[in-house]
Each structure stands twice: as structure tokens, then as C-alpha cells.
């Protein structure tokens, strides 16, 4: 009777040793199956093409009534918002300058009637070299004329954008020799007065300024004379 007693023990005891080496068998088969899992692993990358984003507006302080013989003054400035890292350009035209006999500001109701153009500008094909802009004193027509130039002291590109080969290191509303001017081009050849180029891009808006001249003689026939000019600014 004892020794039946002890054998059973005895034979109990073996199973759980063989039921824990199973256990450990088991778990260590569990456990690498679970490193073989995060062996594997995967790399994504992320990629977005930003569009090019451009809005362009005018602001124009325009002439005051004329005085024959006594120049005029106004301006209208160029505001340009962009990401273009590339750099933008402006080009101008007058959009009745091919009407009629090649004039710019014309009479209400009378177009046949008009106000002179300096020499329609012409830029170099390089910045570094001159157009055909010229001083006050070397304006056709005595001076009697609608002329045009880009100012150097509002622009807040400053060289990037402005050429003073082309207009001049001085903002002067007398003669001087430093302030250049040139006609406002014909809408079938928009001429390029500014480029900013890859050195310019802001988060905030470009202001640059376009100074016109005016002036006319004393036989100039009365009434209000109107000139439209069309801005187009572009990314480089």
C-alpha cells in the first residue's frame, strides 16, 4: 500500500516536469515567431509638388489738372505677392497707342485729338547695358510728351528688380542727368520694365513704383485726355 502511494507521486511529478518543458518549448517557439515578425519593416516617403501661386495689383496716383508748360507728375505701384522662388517680371503696353497716330493719352470723344509720346521704350537685351531711355532735357517734342520710368527709391526689391542702366540712379523730377525716361511701348509689343529675379522671393508682397511725366504745350487742346496701360506681371 505504500509503496503504491509512492509511485504515484513519484509518476505525478514526472508529468509536470514534462508539462513545463512543453510550456518552455511552446513560449520560446511563440516568442520567435514574434521576433521573426518585427524583422520586417518598410520606409514610405512623402512627396508634394507646390504650385506656383502669383496675385498682382495696381495702386495709381493719377495727374493733376495740367498747366501748359508746367510738367506734371503721377505714379502707379506694382504689388506682387508670390512664392515663385524663380523670381517675376513686369511688362507694359498702352493699350490705344495703335489707334490713331501712335499716341497714348487721347481726347474723350475726340481720339483723332491727342497728347505726344516720348520714343517708345526699347530695353537692352541685358540689363547691364542702357535702353533708349533719356534725360528730361533730350525729350522729343520740347518735352511736350507722356513719358515714363521705374523709381528706384519705392522699390522694396531694389537692384533685383530695377535697372538703373535703364532708368537712372536718381528719382529727380527736374532734368538729371542720373533719371532716365521712355515712352510707354504699343500693346502689340509689351516691353519688360523690371525683373526680379531667383535673389527676390519674399513671404511678403513686392511694391515697386512707375513714375510718368507729362507735360504740353500751350496750344494742347482742352478737355480730359485718357491713356490706358496694361501691367502684366509673369513668374520667371
Do not use: C
Not at 139 to 157: D, E, I, P, Q, W
Amino acid at each position: 500500500m505504500n509503496n503504491s502511494s509512492f509511485s504515484f507521486v513519484y509518476a505525478r511529478q514526472i508529468d509536470i516536469v514534462d508539462f513545463t518543458k512543453s510550456l518552455i518549448i511552446t513560449t520560446t517557439l511563440f516568442m520567435g515567431v514574434i521576433l521573426a515578425m518585427q524583422a520586417y519593416a518598410a520606409t514610405v516617403t512623402l512627396s508634394v509638388i507646390v504650385n506656383t501661386s502669383l496675385t498682382f495689383n495696381t495702386a495709381t496716383d493719377n495727374f493733376t489738372t495740367i498747366q501748359p508748360g508746367t510738367a506734371v507728375y503721377a505714379t502707379t505701384t506694382l504689388s506682387v505677392l508670390t512664392n515663385d522662388t524663380a523670381g517675376w517680371n513686369i511688362t507694359l503696353s498702352g493699350d490705344q497707342k495703335n489707334s490713331q497716330p501712335q499716341n497714348n493719352l487721347q481726347l474723350n470723344g475726340a481720339t483723332s485729338t491727342q497728347i505726344s509720346d516720348q520714343t517708345e521704350w526699347v530695353p537692352a537685351a541685358a540689363t547691364s547695358s542702357a535702353g533708349n531711355a533719356v534725360r528730361i532735357s533730350s525729350l522729343v517734342n520740347s518735352g511736350n510728351v507722356l513719358a515714363f520710368r521705374v523709381m528706384s527709391a519705392s522699390s522694396t526689391n531694389g537692384a533685383p528688380f530695377l535697372a538703373t542702366s535703364w532708368w537712372g540712379t536718381a528719382d529727380n523730377y527736374t532734368d538729371n542727368a542720373n533719371t532716365l525716361w521712355a515712352g510707354i511701348p504699343s500693346s502689340t509689343v509689351q516691353r519688360r520694365v523690371g525683373n526680379a529675379g531667383s535673389g527676390s522671393y519674399s513671404s511678403t508682397a513686392h511694391l515697386n513704383t512707375v513714375l510718368y511725366y507729362l507735360n504740353v504745350s500751350a496750344s494742347q487742346p482742352t478737355g480730359t485726355y485718357n491713356a490706358p496701360i496694361t501691367y502684366t506681371a509673369t513668374g520667371n
